[in-house]
Nanobody, 126 residues
Framework: QLQLVESGGGLVQPGGSLRLSCVVS????????IGWFRQGPGKEREGIIC????????TTAHVAEGRFTTSRDKPKNTVYLEMNSLKPEDTAVYYC???????????????????WGQGTQVTVSS
């Protein structure tokens, strides 16, 4: 069974940085597209940054360009979201999600992500 568990959220001041982790169990992250999504209070869920299987491609939302990056640690089977220059509007519950993508063909965040983590709260406030 594929499971994803996010961690690393918390309270950070504007302009600060935070790194979220998504530990994947059951299958290798290499064969999956991994997306990071967030949902702020009273807002719809939005894709932030998504990478295809084998990290063949990465798509970053405009709101995250130049500030957020994602990476994978295969030995730890963990995906990271590094967030820099955080703003109050970044406050949200952040989720990682996975979609089978052994071919590395999935691009962008507008795909069917079948597996989801429980989310981790990020609050940006002074």
């Amino acid at each position: 069974q594929l499971q994803l568990v996010e961690s690393g959220g918390g309270l950070v001041q504007p302009g600060g940085s935070l790194r979220l982790s998504c530990v994947v169990s059951g299958f290798s992250v290499e064969h999956f597209a991994i997306g990071w999504f967030r949902q702020g209070p009273g807002k719809e869920r939005e894709g932030i940054i998504c990478s295809s299987g084998y990290e063949a491609s990465t798509t970053t939302a405009h709101v995250a360009e130049g500030r957020f990056t994602t990476s994978r640690d295969k030995p730890k089977n963990t995906v990271y979201l590094e967030m820099n220059s955080l703003k109050p509007e970044d406050t949200a519950v952040y989720y990682c999600a996975a979609a089978w993508d052994k071919s590395g063909s999935l691009h962008g965040c507008d795909n069917e992500y079948n597996y989801w983590g429980q989310g981790t709260q990020v609050t940006v406030s002074s």
